[in-house]
C-alpha cells in the first residue's frame, strides 16, 4: 500500500470478496510488505539503541515480517518478536536467524504470558506501530511495557507529527500506481481520508487484477503531540529521555515528519 505504514489496527471491508480482519493476515500482502518497507536509518536507530544500553533482553511489540527483530539478535540476547498477523510471523520464522527469535501472535497482552514482569531491558514499536493503537489500548499497551520492563529499562518507537499533516498527501492523485507481484498485476491507491479529531482514517485499496479482487481497508491511525507523548509516557511511569525530529538526533520542529521517542522506567 502506498503512502502509508502498516496497520496493526484495521477495518477491512472486501469487494468481490471475503473482508479479513487484518489486511496483513493476507499472504500476498505480507510478501510485499519487506519492498514497502526497505531497512534504512530506522533499523540502524534501533540496533543503536540496543547496543548502547547492552540490551540482553529485547521484545520487537509489532514486529511485522521480523526485518528488524533478526537483526537484533546476537550472543547472550534474548528476542521476542509479537505481532497479530499470522502471515507476517510466517513470513518472520523463514528468516536467517528467525529460528533464534520467540515469535508470538497477538499484541501487548502476549507479554505477560512470554516474560516475567520487570525483566526486559529494551521494548521497541516501528513502523509508526504507536499510532496503530486506538484510543484506550494505548494506555493499556504503555502499562503492560512497564510491567515488563526492569527498572531503568526502556522503550524505544517513533510516530508521526501531527503538525507536518502527512495525512493530506493520502489522495489518490498521491498515491494510485500498479506493479508485478508474484500473484499477478496489482493496482493500489489511497483515498477517504477525513480527520476525527486525533484520529485519521483513509481507505487503502488493493486491485488484484489476475483475479479481479477488490480490497477496500480501511485503517484508524492515532496521531498525538509532543506533549501528549510525554502526558501518557508519565502516566505509564515511563520517563522522556529523548524526542527528537528525526533520526540523527534532529531537534523537533513543526515541519518533523517523525517524532523519535525513547523513555525509561522510572
Not at 42 to 69: E, K, M, P, Q, Y
Not at 134 to 146: M, R, V
Not at 203 to 223: D, I, P, Y
Request: charged residues 25%; glycine residues 8%; contains cysteine.
Amino acid at each position: 500500500m502506498n503512502g502509508a505504514a502498516r496497520p496493526c489496527d484495521v477495518i477491512s471491508a472486501a469487494v468481490n470478496d471475503t473482508a479479513s480482519d487484518d489486511p496483513f493476515d493476507d499472504p500476498r500482502v505480507a510478501a510485499l510488505y519487506d519492498l514497502d518497507n526497505p531497512p534504512g536509518d530506522d533499523h540502524a536507530h534501533f540496533r543503536a539503541v540496543a547496543d548502547r544500553v547492552a540490551a540482553r533482553v529485547i521484545v520487537d511489540l509489532g514486529c511485522g515480517t521480523g526485518s528488524l527483530t533478526v537483526s537484533l539478535v546476537g550472543d547472550g540476547r534474548t528476542v521476542y518478536g509479537i505481532d497479530p498477523a499470522a502471515s507476517m510471523l510466517d513470513v518472520a520464522r523463514t528468516r536467517a536467524g528467525g529460528d533464534r527469535v520467540h515469535w508470538q501472535q497477538g499484541d501487548a497482552t502476549a507479554l505477560a504470558a512470554l516474560v516475567t514482569d520487570g525483566t526486559v531491558d529494551l521494548v521497541t514499536m516501528t513502523g509508526n506501530v504507536a499510532q496503530h493503537i486506538i484510543g484506550a489500548a494505548w494506555p493499556e499497551t504503555l502499562a503492560a511495557i512497564t510491567r515488563a520492563l526492569r527498572p531503568g529499562g526502556l522503550v524505544a518507537f517513533e510516530t508521526r507529527n501531527p503538525a507536518a499533516r502527512e495525512w493530506d498527501t493520502w489522495t489518490r492523485d498521491n498515491t494510485y500506481g500498479s506493479r508485478d507481484t508474484a500473484e499477478g498485476r496489482l493496482t493500489e491507491w489511497l483515498d477517504g481520508t477525513t480527520l476525527d479529531d486525533v484520529v485519521v482514517s483513509f481507505t487503502a485499496h488493493n486491485v488484484w487484477e489476475s483475479t479481479g479482487e477488490h480490497q477496500a481497508l480501511v485503517n484508524r491511525l492515532q496521531f498525538r503531540t509532543r506533549d501528549e507523548l510525554t502526558r501518557d509516557l508519565e502516566a505509564a511511569e515511563l520517563t522522556p529521555t529523548m524526542i527528537n525530529g528525526g533520526w540523527h538526533g534532529e531537534p523537533v520542529t513543526d515541519s518533523s515528519r517523525l517524532f523519535v521517542v525513547t523513555a525509561t522506567k522510572s
